[in-house]
């Protein structure tokens, strides 16, 4: 009785066996036929013959030979599969690789070139994939890589932590050739970078030398991590291992691409800043801090982008989601857009410029500096204004800064009772004192006799002071006042105030005031000239 069921124990167990290892040959999904391939070329599970089952339409021996270059391809790139993002649908479109939507699923993007198709109800690596899976081997593993492995001798594989002795042996080599490399490297783009400095600069200075050095050392290290990426496949490490130092490789790049390229926009700053000091303008002054952190934000930006690739993150999706939530913080902040908006119209139409006194707005006073969101103006009486850009872009603008002259207009009023010759020869003398005036338009003025007010007869005196600056107008004013006086003094002309003269014809002993005026003609001709020579 024993002896029948330890029988049936036997054939149980046996058809057992058989049917778990003919189930793990499944290709009825990309995950059961990834599973497969690279379940049985596991040393545990090693079964090349199952592992080519996952080929199709090549013979056995081919087959065998392409299910091992594709594992060994994906290897030495450090390209492991993560099975949680590998579909399990039998039926699975692939609706992202191309415009045809197909049955296929690509497992890498970094190489296109090895993915799975559906043929008859089953899931098999490409035909493309076939056909190009040995030009992608060479291309992953360098010249010699075979060579280097066999003549290694017995010893030489020995494993310590998971590493060969011989990989050991090769990491030192690897260091000792990417130092020696790095220093060369580093020496040849110092001195690129010296002769076009010193070709195409014309703009030369300390603070611009001292960055471009800063770029010939990153540099150098950048070209040798590359090296190091292509040609670190011979030392056929373990995926884990080769995935890792792979990724540290790539994180190396990312970084000191960032780090160059953070560098070339200070270059690029430092160019635009000496440009900029040989121009009159300074709002394009005001143009380079904004410029430099627009720039290195968006270097930055793109460098961390770059870095969730790395990580496996898809960076569309990133970008997709970004797109959506800055389009509700756009909605969210109308104003901040205008702003922003408005400040690129300030730089392009370029209303005023840095140190100009403009008014607008109920604003008056200098342009101190224009910020992403706002400008700073200052008042006369040393306080700030912020105006937003979008404001600004759009009032009316009175750019005094622009002007070529100073205006000044007055009227001058003088009493009613003065004779016509007095007032002509009050209205010359002005006219002289103005010609001689070191500090107004001498092409252009004006003083008239221009009408009858309520208290005085008016004479308009309109002139422009050369200077532009508000300090000197003043202090021409003074000069110009003080002259003005002295003549009306010496002539004997008054200036009128507002008042009332009341006529009384009859009165018991009271008379007219009527004041004398000497209007000699020699006498006027006289005090013009004197008060006109005093002025010079």
Request: charged share 20%.
């Amino acid at each position: 009785m024993k002896k029948i069921y330890f029988l049936f124990y036997l054939i149980s167990v046996s058809l057992f066996a058989q049917t778990t290892d003919e189930t793990k040959v499944d290709l009825s999904s990309p995950y059961k036929t990834i599973y497969t391939h690279l379940h049985f070329l596991q040393p545990e599970t090693y079964n090349e013959v199952k592992a080519a089952r996952t080929i199709y339409g090549e013979s056995p021996e081919k087959s065998i030979d392409i299910a091992l270059k594709i594992k060994q391809v994906l290897d030495g790139k450090g390209l492991k599969i993560d099975f949680k993002k590998v579909p399990l649908e039998a039926n699975y479109k692939d609706s992202i690789s191309g415009v045809e939507i197909k049955n296929q699923y690509v497992l890498f993007s970094k190489v296109p070139e090895i993915y799975l198709e559906r043929i008859n109800g089953k899931w098999y690596y490409s035909e493309e994939t076939n056909e190009k899976i040995y030009a992608l081997y060479h291309n992953v593993f360098p010249v010699g890589t075979d060579f280097i492995k066999s003549i290694v001798p017995g010893f030489g594989h020995m494993e310590l932590l998971g590493i060969e002795l011989w990989q050991y042996l090769g990491i030192i080599i690897f260091i000792v050739i990417g130092v020696f490399l790095s220093w060369i490297i580093n020496k040849m783009i110092f001195y690129i970078l010296k002769f076009l400095e010193s070709s195409f600069m014309r703009f030369t200075h300390n603070s611009l030398s001292k960055t471009l050095d800063k770029l010939s050392r990153p540099s150098a290290l950048l070209i040798v991590f590359y090296l190091v990426e292509i040609y670190i496949p011979t030392l056929q490490f373990q995926i884990d291992i080769n995935s890792f130092l792979i990724k540290g490789l790539e994180i190396g790049q990312i970084v000191l691409w960032i780090y160059v390229f953070l560098e070339i926009v200070s270059v690029f700053i430092e160019v635009f800043v000496s440009y900029t000091s040989r121009t009159e303008s300074k709002l394009d002054d005001q143009l380079a801090p904004i410029l430099s952190r627009l720039l290195k934000v968006l270097v930055v930006l793109l460098g961390v982008l770059k870095m969730l690739t790395v990580f496996g993150v898809n960076t569309t999706t990133v970008i997709a989601g970004a797109s959506i939530g800055g389009l509700a913080v756009a909605l969210a902040s109308q104003d901040t857009v205008k702003n922003l908006i408005g400040t690129f119209m300030i730089f392009l139409d370029k209303p005023f410029q840095i140190g100009d006194w403009i008014e607008g707005g109920g604003v008056e006073g200098t342009v101190e500096e224009v910020g992403f969101r706002s400008t700073r103006i200052r008042a006369v009486d040393t306080s700030i204004y912020s105006i937003p850009n979008s404001k600004l872009s759009e009032i009316v603008i009175n750019n005094k800064g622009l002007r070529q002259y100073r205006r000044y207009q007055t009227k001058l009023g003088i009493r009613y009772d003065t004779p016509p010759e007095l007032i002509e020869a009050f209205v010359v003398g002005v006219r002289k004192i103005i010609e001689i005036h070191p500090e107004t338009l001498t092409k252009s003025y004006n003083v008239e006799f221009t009408g009858f007010g309520d208290s005085s007869l008016e004479i308009l005196l309109n002139t422009y002071f050369l200077s532009l600056e508000w300090g000197v107008e003043q202090s021409s004013k003074h000069r110009l006042h003080m002259a003005i006086l002295n003549l009306a003094a010496e002539l004997g002309v008054d200036f009128a105030f507002p008042s009332q003269t009341v006529m009384i014809e009859e009165f018991p002993e009271k008379k007219n005031v009527n004041i004398s005026y000497n209007t000699e003609s020699v006498r006027i001709e006289n005090i013009i000239s004197n008060v006109v020579e005093n002025f010079k």
